[in-house]
């Protein structure tokens, strides 16, 4: 006993026993942070004070949720946009795995911590993020959000050429970017809607920006990893319709270009348009494109991530398909074609023909093997008549007539 007791006392450790009554604090949450430009975060307590209302209990969805947001805005303590913004970082932060910080230059509300009045556009904003929330906050996404954007001048005096030049290097300059998170196995990004200014303005600071980032595009059946878009996507269409006054689906009204929108454009000071043309002649799907994805470089992300280090790449520039067949302007091929034929006549028939009844006179015709034939009346009378008959004894009677 006394050798064993000399033992311990040269160096031998043994286990303190855990005492459970000792904890102090628990452990902190590990969420990724989601950074959301052009959006506002309300505080919901201080409109509440400011109202004279002194808890949520008097309301009558007393927990926090969209719910709840609609009807702060229905109480008129929210204007339309601000709960819209709202309500989108709630169903953003209801799945309990992520935090939204915004940055915006609204006025018309009070805000929570996890905003910033702050004009992106400035080269000194990347040090006023760090100043405001620390260099300890990294985020997972940041986010340019689409939700409105007005025709016309607004996207060149809201985007300037300063945030694509500046600020959107800075994010990987300054280790802004959250690597070391196992959440998905999407990895970090930075997402901007698919416009002919981003476009543009991307095209523009092409060099710079291809130092730091590999530039891809987001089709719209791939758009769940677009964080924003997946939580405002959940929200009941009907209430942001009715209550927050827009359409869910802004991403198809915003976030396109149409052929005829980029003939008609005016020319960009520092983009020739023949190259932003051939840009959009490679992008595969072209119609289906509603985000732009920029990726940091392999050469920035940390080596202790590991494995995961892997899915980030290690050339900058554009990545696209060298041999689209369906890019902008591309004409439509055999294969297209026939599914979109087959999709339509795989529809029922009273849908074909009340399509078409304003079409349907005595001198219409319908091109079949090269030779226009015109329809007898007696099938227009039986088609008026009866929408759900059977198109293929149509069809079949139609072969049977003797002209």
Known sequence: AKQTNKQNKIGDRRRRARNPE????????RKANILCLGVSYACINSMLQAAGVKNTEVLIHSTRSVD??????RRNLLTSMDGRDLARCVALESSNRMHAYTVSMEKGATYGSRHLHANFNRPSFIRCLKTSWGPSVKFRQVILDYFWIPK????????????????IPGFVQEDFFDYDYSWDNNGAALYLPFTLHCMNEIVASLETIS???SISVLRKEELHEHTLWEATSRIDPAMMQNVFGKNINQEDNYCVITEQEFLSSADHSHVHKQDLANLLEHMEDFSKVRMIR???LRKYVPECIGMRREMYPTQGGFVLDKE??????????????????NAKNSRTTKQRFLATTPALKKTHKRKKNGSAQTIPSEWKNDVDSNFDVN???IHSKKKNVVT
């Open 68 to 73: 709840q947001v609609a009807e702060l805005v």
């Open 22 to 29: 000792s904890w102090t604090a628990g452990i902190p949450s």
């Open 391 to 393: 198109f293929d004894k």
């Open 294 to 296: 920029l990726r940091p």
């Open 211 to 213: 130092k730091y980032y």
């Open 152 to 167: 016309g001048t607004w996207s060149h005096a809201h985007w300037t050429p300063n945030f694509f030049s500046k600020t």
């Open 324 to 341: 689209a067949k369906r890019g902008m302007g591309a004409r439509e091929d055999g294969e297209t074609r026939k599914s979109r034929l």
